[in-house]
């Protein structure tokens, strides 16, 4: 298949992403549970994104690693499986997907914008440890997205406890355990995707670590998420005052992946 039948797969997936998460949006303004729709709609938006990701490799030779339209594609069918996941297995933070979704839009309205284009795969990717650094990657930033969206919730709250649009949701002291152990699992993961890079970076480069704006990038998010899991633990923080700390980590990380690799003028190109 060509490039306009992948795409055309591609946008009918966007499709199917937005009328999901239209549908549960308005299932928590109108206090109704769709919920059974939504995630039906997720699953064949996610079956339609996986061939559309397929084909492309098949047809490239290479994974989508390297240009920003691929790397937007491969991260909103990331986000969307893990969350997509969170939405199965925990339904009492079903409602979370109003304040998910319109984050995911805004990453699909910025894939629509970029340039299909193609090109070659470095010869500094074609090693396995690319594969497990950006799965460790894509982990790490799909549980921040699940306790960004738990925080969301805390922060439109006025004073902690279920109001008339996320009444079925817990208190907001429960929300902002759950939120922090999102981020614990996003900490185990950064800390071995940053391990994997260090491993890839020495095959490719000579070199486990060099301070290139990208690793700089990715190190300062670790501590930002260091810092923001010992505050919780060390201080008593308020739900809300410990949202605003999920919300700077998501900040961040959304910088280091989709910013600093390409300004950055370094060979240390990749991002997750």
């Not at 939405?87 to 933070?93: E, F, G, K, S, T």
């Not at 799965?135 to 406890?161: E, N, P």
């Not at 300004?263 to 991002?271: D, E, M, N, R």
Request: charged share 10%; with cysteine.
């Amino acid at each position: 298949m060509d490039l306009i039948g992948e795409l055309r797969i591609l946008w009918v997936a966007v499709v199917a992403y937005v009328l999901a998460g239209s549908i549960a949006i308005f299932g928590v303004l109108l206090k109704k549970r769709p919920e059974r729709t939504v995630l039906g709609l997720m699953v064949v938006g996610l079956v339609l994104h996986t061939v559309a990701i397929g084909l492309r490799w098949q047809r490239l030779d290479h994974g989508p690693f390297v240009t920003m339209f691929e790397i937007l594609s491969s991260n909103v069918w990331s986000l969307m499986l893990a969350f997509s996941i969170a939405y199965w297995r925990l339904p009492a933070i079903r409602p979370v997907a109003a304040i998910v979704m319109p984050i995911l839009f805004t990453m699909m309205g910025w894939l629509m914008t970029v340039s299909p284009g193609e090109t070659h795969l470095p010869p500094t990717y074609h090693t396995v440890w690319l594969f497990i650094h950006i799965g460790f990657g894509k982990v790490f930033l799909g549980a921040v997205l699940v306790a960004v969206g738990l925080s969301g919730v805390i922060l439109i709250r006025r004073d902690g406890r279920p109001d008339a649009w996320f009444h079925r949701l817990p208190e907001s002291a429960r929300l902002s355990e759950l939120s922090y152990r999102c981020m614990a699992i996003g900490f185990v993961f950064e800390t071995l995707m940053l391990i994997a890079g260090a491993i890839w970076a020495q095959d490719a480069w000579g070199r486990y670590w060099d301070w290139d704006p990208l690793e700089t990038w990715a190190f300062i998010t670790w501590l930002i998420v260091g810092i923001s899991l010992h505050a919780r633990l060390t201080f008593n923080l308020s739900p809300r005052l410990g949202a605003w700390l999920v919300i700077g980590v998501f900040v961040a990380a959304f910088l280091t992946f989709f910013g600093v690799p390409f300004l950055s003028q370094t060979p240390h190109q990749g991002a997750v």
